[in-house]
């Protein structure tokens, strides 16, 4: 009886225990929220604090600067450590207030924050250091004057230059004074990251960049599966844009560097990293139209940075969107500073108080700058929508939509009737059309789609070189990435796998050999010396196209969806307001549907934008008898039998000859033996 109640007595303490444990560990919603609230302005402290000493770094690269960034960015993630860990007496898995599950799951994703301070001190500096070499990288020109620096330099010759050698020059020396200096640390860097991920408890940092587009129910394997699908979806049309493109160039731009077959050497397509190839716009479209681009026009009125950020300012204030702030126009960076060396790579930047919100951008007077402070701008715009947020939700629903919604408006603000109103391009609309005559000797292009003038056609041309073939180059630096961080591919390969995936997705090859023991081509890109991840790129590039739709709807308007211009409507502005204000309170699915009614990443809006750009290049390759792509068949040319059969028809003939001349040979033997004989015998007789 003793021994039973003693039993009763223990499974009725370790109900208890367990029952208050619960308690404790689950608390009370509100305490949660409570919590939540009381980090905040800490978190705001800090952030504040070491975006403070990472702007001093990327405005003046000093030996001061550096060490005062690397150690603010030590001191924040460790504060970040620690609000974490106090997070974690709430069992917040099991709340049933989604929005406070949600901004605890967001706490949780530490990043790099996890590491101990010694091997986080180490990591910073080594992405610092990577980030220095790029930033003040110059190269030689042909004189062994290594004063060329990236920006406005060598973005300019690789942009307009139609130089094969110049370019092949200027590529080279990139590389061999960025990536091959970050060999060794990018290896390290592999090492603390992937620590960081699995004292996160992912597999690898990969896996841990990936966490930012999962929800429940949706898992990595998921999301990778969706990315695929994207870019399979999108292929076909790289492939015909491609196909044409290389075919404009070996026939006429590069004859004696350039074939109809294989791939494409990656130096020779208006950007240094083949990334975007908007700038051989006007040299590969097909019939003599004007330019829709509009760096000529800006460069010929004069138009200067500070313009073209007021212009992109009122093109948010149309929206009814708000003004940018004092500070932003006291302290953002325009021009590339004369008196310092910075980190020219275009940011926008959140300094989490005091309306303080600033821009980054070297503008040089150039359509690609145009568009990329529009985009910045964008940017801004959701900073301030959500800065009434906590800190844990002052972000996009993923990454991606940061990306998508500068791309949305890239969309409407480099259409041609928006740049004409900007006096950008040619303001006589039938001028600009021009006459249908192609531009090329020897092509035979296909008639226009109905409904489609030369300028539309250019434009969409213009718009996919920019768009279409950036695509395949995200989800080719992402491959690469995930490999890296997986251990599929190892420091003795990055290269070797960088370029087996540049061509496998992308159709490019280097124009140069390469040498895995020395060349790291993957860390000539920004991104990856300073360890930014890329998936959001990849990412925004659809959903860009899916928000750009359904702004395009609510403003009503007509026609083709490239031919829309939502500029100046209200309704669209408050769309806007809408979807900056919100933050990251839900998951993104739920911000999509509400947005345009689907809740996937689809690729379809993106398709029906290039839809009469396909349908032409479909028929212009199918003309000219091309090979699509640069792989299987389309390798190589088919292999020249003119040859062989000229040979085999000269073996012949003289088999023939050497046939006949053996019989004539023999008969004329018989003919002498014969008229022997007869001799012999007479004079037997």
């Not at 390759?621 to 028809?649: H, L, M, R, S």
Request: charged share 20%; net charge negative.
């Amino acid at each position: 009886m003793a021994k039973r109640q003693g039993i009763e007595l223990f499974v009725l303490l370790v109900v208890l225990f367990a029952s208050v444990t619960c308690d404790f560990l689950a608390g009370d919603e509100d305490d949660a929220a409570k919590f939540l609230d009381g980090i905040n302005a800490g978190y705001v402290e800090q952030a504040n604090m070491q975006q403070k000493l990472h702007w001093n770094y990327e405005t003046d690269i000093t030996v001061e600067n550096t060490h005062a960034k690397i150690n603010g960015e030590v001191s924040f993630q460790n504060f970040q450590a620690t609000e974490r860990n106090a997070s974690q007496v709430y069992d917040w898995q099991n709340f049933t207030n989604e929005s406070i599950k949600r901004e605890f799951q967001l706490l949780n994703l530490l990043g790099d924050a996890a590491l101990e301070e010694d091997k986080l001190k180490q990591l910073d500096t080594l992405i610092t250091g990577m980030e220095t070499v790029y930033s003040t990288a110059k190269v030689c020109n042909n004189t062994d004057t290594c004063t060329i620096e990236l920006y406005p330099d060598i973005i300019h010759v690789m942009a307009t230059s139609e130089n094969y050698e110049e370019l092949k020059t200027m590529w080279k020396e990139w590389r061999d004074k960025t990536g091959k200096m970050m060999l060794s640390d990018y290896t390290r860097l592999v090492g603390l990251v992937n620590e960081a991920a699995a004292s996160n408890g992912f597999a690898d940092a990969g896996s841990a960049v990936n966490a930012h587009y999962l929800y429940d129910g949706y898992t990595e394997m998921d999301f990778k599966e969706d990315l695929e699908k994207l870019y399979d979806a999108v292929q076909p049309l790289y492939r015909e844009l491609f196909t044409y493109v290389r075919r404009i160039m070996a026939n006429h731009l590069y004859s004696d560097n350039v074939n109809r077959y294989g791939a494409l050497p990656a130096h020779i397509l208006g950007n240094l990293w083949a990334g975007s190839w908007g700038n051989v716009a006007d040299r590969v479209r097909p019939f003599d139209v004007a330019s829709i681009r509009a760096t000529g026009g800006m460069v010929k009125k004069g138009v200067t940075a500070d313009e073209i950020f007021t212009v992109s300012e009122s093109f948010f204030t149309e929206l009814t969107l708000d003004p940018m702030t004092q500070t932003f126009k006291d302290k953002s960076v325009k021009t590339k500073p004369t008196d310092s060396v910075a980190v020219c790579e275009a940011s926008a930047e959140d300094f989490y108080q005091d309306d303080d919100y600033r821009m980054k951008v070297c503008t040089a007077i150039t359509h690609e700058d145009l568009v990329s402070v529009h985009q910045k701008m964008s940017q801004i715009q959701y900073f301030m929508g959500y800065s009434n947020q906590r800190w844990t939700l002052r972000n996009a629903p993923n990454p991606g939509f940061l990306e998508a919604v500068g791309g949305a408006v890239g969309l409407a603000v480099t259409t041609p009737d928006h740049l004409r109103k900007l006096g950008y391009i040619d303001q006589n609309p039938t001028a600009a059309v021009g006459s249908n005559e192609t531009r090329f000797d020897g092509e035979d292009f296909p008639a226009l789609p109905e409904g489609v003038s030369a300028e539309d056609l250019h434009y969409l041309l213009s718009q996919a070189l920019d768009k279409i073939a950036f695509i395949p180059y995200a989800y080719a630096v992402n491959q690469w990435r995930w490999s890296v961080l997986n251990g599929t591919t190892t420091n003795m390969k990055f290269n070797s796998d960088w370029w087996a995936m540049r061509h496998r997705f992308q159709g490019l090859t280097s124009p140069v050999d390469r040498d895995d023991s020395k060349d790291f081509d993957a860390g000539s890109i920004y991104h990856i010396a300073a360890d930014v991840e890329f998936v959001q790129y990849f990412v925004g590039s659809f959903l860009q196209f899916q928000l750009f739709e359904s702004l395009c709807k609510e403003a009503g308007s007509p026609g083709p969806l490239y031919k829309c211009n939502f500029e100046g409507n209200a309704a669209v502005g408050d769309r806007m307001k809408a979807l900056f204000a919100d933050g990251s309170t839900q998951a993104w699915p739920d911000v999509l549907e509400e947005l345009t009614g689907q809740r996937n990443m689809t690729a379809s809006a993106l398709l029906d934008y290039f839809k009469p750009l396909h349908h032409w290049l479909q028929e212009a390759n199918a003309n000219a008898k091309d090979c699509v792509g640069w792989e299987g068949p389309c390798a190589q040319p088919p292999e020249d039998n003119t040859v062989p059969i000229v040979v085999a028809v000269v073996l012949a003939v003289l088999v023939v000859l050497v046939v006949v001349a053996f019989f004539i040979g023999r008969r004329r033997s018989r003919t002498v033996e014969a008229t022997a004989s007869v001799s012999q015998q007479g004079i037997a007789e």
